[in-house]
């Protein structure tokens, strides 16, 4: 009996095949030598009372859940007025609202995504200063106060994770000139511990210019850092000129882990698509031209190098935001929505870290 010819390339598919059966082998074993899971986030990030309600936020999630990340970091903003103020309100014009907050979180779970809830303060009209000062100039009975209210409005979100099955808690973030008070932060941590029972982390900013800050690591279990560093003076850098900064920042961030005996959570991480990005990349307000290149750069450098370091557990992109039609060619903004630098987002999230 005559056989039919096989099919013109079947040794080609058969080579792919074969590659691919082989290349998922080694991941497969990669993952068993180091089993640890590495938290794949982005950070969503909405500022009105019902940024997180609707069907455009709905989208806007789905379009996160595309870049194949595993976690979202859900942003809720508090206010007080200026940087002396002792009273934080959480239910301004600019904070989601608590029904439109849990049901993102919800949403976010029906999509298989895992969530951080992380609460931030800001100022509400104080344009000279920024929440790290909050502090500075506070005497014994307006730190009582201050403390106070802090403790209500983070308890307040720490009951919300824990009734909504969030997986991961942040008590707090880049608030510099509080963390002096270690005692009071570790009762406020200690709090929080009897209402939510899921990992806590606090997100600092601090590793480059002050690592020693922070001195209560060991009542949390991950150690934040929001990531904002200079990594080269170059406006046009290489992928190659970026690894060389992150070279020198890692030192930094793995000596920090190894202090505490605890893995680095990197809470933030940011770049925008635009002329010198690569320098002072949390300036939020730098005017200039789209520059999609040098974002896309920064993507490749960041996923690189923090690929495969056991002290780090994972990383939040900065930013997503619930509305679907930001980002894209002509965007300036933190987005990788719709530019090179979600692709390079896409295929790395592939890949084990």
Request: neutral net charge; proline residues 6%.
């Amino acid at each position: 009996m005559k056989l039919n010819p096989r099919p013109r390339g079947w040794w080609l598919a058969s080579l792919l095949a074969f590659g691919f059966i082989l290349f998922s082998g080694f991941i497969w074993f990669g993952q068993l030598r180091n089993p640890r899971v590495f938290q794949k986030g982005m950070s969503f990030t909405g500022y009105t009372r019902e940024a997180y309600a609707g069907w455009l936020a709905e989208e806007s999630m789905k379009n996160l859940k595309k870049t194949n990340a595993q976690w979202v970091s859900l942003l809720v903003t508090a206010y007080q007025e200026n940087v002396n103020s002792t009273t934080i309100d959480y239910n301004s014009a600019f904070t989601p609202s608590d029904e439109s907050v849990v049901h993102m979180i919800s949403f976010a779970h029906q999509l298989g995504l895992k969530v951080m809830l992380k609460p931030h303060l800001d100022l509400l009209n104080d344009p000279n200063h920024w929440r790290g000062q909050i502090g500075q100039n506070f005497n014994e009975a307006l730190w009582q106060q201050w403390l106070n209210s802090y403790r209500q409005f983070i308890l307040h979100y720490a009951l919300m994770a824990a009734e909504n099955g969030v997986e991961q808690f942040c008590i707090g973030c880049e608030l510099d000139s509080t963390v002096s008070r270690a005692q009071d932060w570790r009762q406020i941590i200690s709090e929080i511990r009897q209402i939510y029972p899921g990992p806590l982390v606090y997100a600092d900013d601090q590793v480059e210019s002050r690592p020693e800050a922070v001195t209560f690591w060991d009542a949390l279990d991950l150690i934040g850092q929001d990531l904002y560093p200079t990594l080269t003076a170059k406006v046009n850098p290489s992928v190659s000129d970026l690894c060389y900064g992150w070279s020198r920042l890692l030192v930094k961030i793995k000596a920090l882990s190894e202090k505490w005996g605890k893995p680095v959570l990197i809470t933030e991480i940011g770049y925008r698509s635009v002329r010198g990005a690569a320098q002072d990349p949390w300036d939020w307000e730098k005017q200039g031209p789209v520059d999609l290149v040098v974002q896309r750069k920064c993507y490749e450098a960041a996923l690189k190098m923090v690929a495969g370091r056991p002290y780090l557990t994972g990383m939040f992109w900065w930013q997503w935001l619930p509305d679907p039609t930001i980002g894209g060619p002509q965007d300036t903004g933190f987005s990788p929505h719709g530019k090179p630098a979600e692709q390079v987002l896409r295929l790395r999230f592939l890949l084990p870290m």
